[in-house]
């Protein structure tokens, strides 16, 4: 079923607003909400999986997003405060759709909340949704800052890192802003935002990314 590992995945993902009217099988959305209910369980976030159910992409906003037949969604729901995760998480589930074969795009405003078919409980929020299904493209890269301008090292850089950072800069993040720095120092890594809109959401994807490529078992996050 899967087509592909991680790194291959974040390689090949791009985001992706057109879609066709080709329907996510059964066996595929069923990977999708065990995983949605393991990560939910493990964090204490109310992610959703919304199929078949285009009515949040059919306004003005998504008009104005360029959206097209979107049809299917996730929900990244959460408690209040919780954005680091919202992305992580988020951004994992981003990545094994992209392995299963399917597209998706970040959506942080361009969609109708009002219309959206999700439940949020008090005390959550909705961050936002990500698209999902099959594009009528890949999508395309866009452009990237170099690597220096985005970490440092205190030591010559080491592999992991630079593999680490190679992901990292694969990571999606709100109008392409890329406003992170990583920076290894005394053996440990830090990662911060700064500034910029939806900057600890897309914290939250760029460690994942970050973790993936480097490998959990070579570094510790530095803990504020």
């Known amino acids: 079923m899967f087509q592909m590992g991680e790194i291959e995945a974040m390689v090949a993902r791009h985001s992706v607003r057109s879609y066709t009217d080709r329907p996510i099988e059964p066996e595929k959305a069923a990977v999708l909400m065990e995983t949605i209910h393991s990560y939910n369980a493990e964090t204490g976030m109310s992610f959703q999986l919304v199929l078949d159910e285009p009515r949040a992409f059919t306004g003005m906003l998504a008009h104005y997003g360029k959206f097209e037949n979107v049809r299917n969604d996730i929900a990244i729901v959460g408690p209040k405060d919780r954005e680091v995760d ?133 570094f510790t996050w530095y803990s504020r």
């Open 86 to 218: 919202a992305g992580y998480f988020g951004e994992k589930l981003v990545i094994l759709a992209q392995r299963l074969g399917m597209n998706t795009c970040w959506v942080a405003v361009t969609f109708s909340k009002r219309k959206a078919k999700i439940t949020i409980k008090p005390g959550e929020k909705l961050y936002c949704v990500i698209s999902l299904g099959y594009g009528t493209t890949q999508g395309v890269q866009h452009q990237r800052k170099p690597m220096e301008s985005l970490c440092r090292t205190d030591v010559p850089m080491p592999k992991w890192f630079r593999n680490g950072m190679e992901c990292a800069m694969l990571a999606p993040t709100a109008i392409n802003q890329q406003k992170y720095f990583i920076e290894l120092r005394e053996g440990v890594v830090d990662a911060r935002k700064t500034g910029g809109i939806y900057s600890d959401l897309d914290l939250g994807i760029v460690r994942y990314h970050f973790e993936t490529g480097a490998g959990k078992e070579n």
